[in-house]
């Protein structure tokens, strides 16, 4: 069993959709939990990250974690056509990232 | 740097073939991660380095692939005898573990292509 499980999509949405992203990780053991945006050909940039549960917002993103579900997930207000991208849910844990396989949007204008 | 910073950009290499692949990490960042992706999937883990120690190989896939860091910053990638399954693009990271964050800055990869 992979550390880290994401769905696939392909996504497509149109212009000002909400954007849902989802994961779920195997080990109750695991506090660091990330997003990462990926554009094609250029490496992982990190978008959010959240120790333990909860929720954490910046701008149009909120990212939550469930740990009773182990459950991880990235939301996006008011989606633009810029956030055509991978998303990869990511964990930390002593000195490793575990990397889920990642989600491709792609927002209509 | 600014960033992380990788080269070459894209490598093509016949089989049988020995690469070198060269990570010049965010400077005074003391972590060093290496990490492969093959196309349509998320980043897999192969090593770690802490400063020149390399403290993580579990996750190189055979004894054909060899890293280093021998003086704590730039890092080199090797892989002897190259493969078609090598082919993937071969990610950078560096992090500060002082910063009590495990944000981690990649750079935008080596392309790999075994012919």
């Known amino acids: 069993q992979k550390e880290v499980e994401q769905d696939p999509g392909p996504l497509s949405v149109p212009e000002g959709a909400i954007v849902s992203l989802n994961c779920t990780y195997s080990?109750?053991?695991?506090?660091?939990f990330m997003w990462y945006r990926q554009y094609s050909r250029k490496g992982p940039e990190l978008l959010m990250y959240t120790y333990s549960s909860g929720n954490k917002e910046d701008g149009r993103f909120t990212a939550q974690v469930d740990k009773s579900s182990k459950y991880i997930s990235l939301f996006i207000r008011d989606s633009q056509p810029s956030d055509s991208a991978t998303y990869l849910c990511a964990i930390y844990n002593f000195n490793k990232f575990y990397f889920g396989s990642g989600t491709k949007l792609n927002v209509k204008p | 740097g600014a960033g992380v910073s990788q080269s070459p950009r894209y490598k093509v290499a016949k089989r049988g073939q020995d690469v070198a692949l060269r990570c010049d990490p965010i400077s005074g960042h003391v972590s060093l991660f290496w990490y492969q992706q093959a196309l349509g999937q998320g980043p897999e883990f192969l090593t770690y380095f802490q400063n020149e120690a390399q403290l993580d190989k579990s996750g190189l896939p055979s004894d054909r692939f060899f890293a280093e860091r021998p003086e704590g910053s730039v890092s080199t990638l090797k892989i002897q005898r190259t493969q078609q399954e090598d082919s993937a693009v071969y990610l950078c990271?560096?992090?500060?573990?002082?910063?009590?964050?495990?944000?981690?800055?990649f750079g935008q990869g080596t392309r790999l292509t075994v012919v």
């Open positions: 080990n109750s053991a695991f506090q660091y």
């Open positions: 990271a560096s992090s500060s573990p002082g910063q009590g964050t495990p944000e981690a800055f």
